[in-house]
């Protein structure tokens, strides 16, 4: 059960749109409106797959970029700087898509929790520069209900149900990810977009929400970026993005007959000295060579011993 907030959805749809209809479409560098430098690094793919799924004849996002870059485009924000036919004509395209992240925020605060993507969207034809098609829509949740819920659980124990319903929005701001609101975020946006000229599919995450095999999200967001998104809201700033959580761990092969994989530790072995006194040095003592004379007195002393202690057996 959870509680989630209601926000202004605006769906626009240009009545000359089912005669240009766009054949081919780049989805260009999105901004980021929100304090998370990795908003654009995940929806920016989401946005993408779902256009190819529509019917839409997309532009690899990694190709869009080198062009920009090509042409001068350093942060995503300096896309606005080319009117659409221009970049239609940079791109070889018949539309182009401009992007907004306005929200993708976590809230915490003891009793309530909340998570919010906030997404904006546009169309628009390259060779008249007329807007196609706009979205604004937003995916959230929130703890309210879920709280009072953990809370009725201990209703004749006051302390235990405040403790309860505070590791409840504990767990629920730490542990909510956010690829399932930018999921719902972009498929609400998008289901006003008219099918492409290929025609609309099911889209997978849709059907099954769990990772895919090659999932083309993942494989984009773990890839670097060579234009910078604008982030004004950001206290770091616009930067590029950043590997995300779910890039896949490298790991190292486990002891053999072991089924299990262990994760690749880096031991630092220190070099050996031969006084205390040497510790502080940074050339450390090499350790003595044994005595040759010495190693062969040893021996044959223990082999005395051994003589000695057979007649006893």
């Not at 829509?137 to 006051?158: E, F, I, M, R, W």
């Amino acid at each position: 059960v959870c509680a989630c907030a209601e926000h202004k959805a605006v769906d626009l749809v240009s009545p000359s749109f089912s005669s240009r209809v766009p054949n081919r479409v780049a989805v260009l560098p999105m901004d980021n409106m929100s304090t998370d430098l990795d908003a654009t690094p995940l929806i920016r793919p989401i946005v993408q797959e779902r256009m190819i799924y529509r019917g839409y004849n997309c532009l690899p996002l990694e190709q869009v970029d080198e062009v920009l870059k090509e042409k001068g485009v350093m942060v995503s924000h300096d896309v606005y700087m080319f009117r659409p036919q221009e970049l239609g004509q940079m791109l070889g395209v018949d539309a182009v898509v401009y992007g907004t992240v306005d929200e993708f925020n976590k809230h915490y605060a003891v009793l309530f929790a909340d998570i919010i993507v906030g997404l904006k969207l546009a169309m628009v034809d390259t060779m008249s520069g007329d807007t196609l098609w706009r979205s604004e829509h937003s995916a959230s949740q929130n703890t309210a209900l879920n709280t009072l819920l953990v809370a009725l659980q201990y209703y004749d124990k006051p302390a235990d149900a405040l403790a309860a319903a505070a590791a409840y929005n504990a767990a629920f701001a730490v542990l909510s990810a956010y690829r399932p609101y930018a999921e719902e975020a972009a498929a609400q946006a998008m289901a006003s977009l008219p099918p492409g000229p290929m025609g609309a599919r099911p889209y997978p995450w849709d059907l099954n929400q769990r990772a895919l095999d090659n999932d083309p999200v993942l494989l984009f967001m773990g890839k670097s970026s060579s234009i910078t998104t604008y982030s004004p809201r950001s206290p770091a700033g616009s930067r590029q993005k950043v590997q995300p959580e779910t890039a896949p761990r490298q790991m190292a092969p486990g002891p053999p007959g072991k089924g299990q994989p262990r994760e690749n530790i880096i031991i630092k072995r220190e070099p050996a000295y031969d006084r205390p006194q040497d510790r502080n040095s940074q050339q450390p003592t090499p350790l003595p060579v044994p005595n040759p004379e010495r190693v062969e007195q040893r021996k044959k002393a223990r082999a005395k011993q051994g003589e000695k202690q057979e007649p006893g057996n």
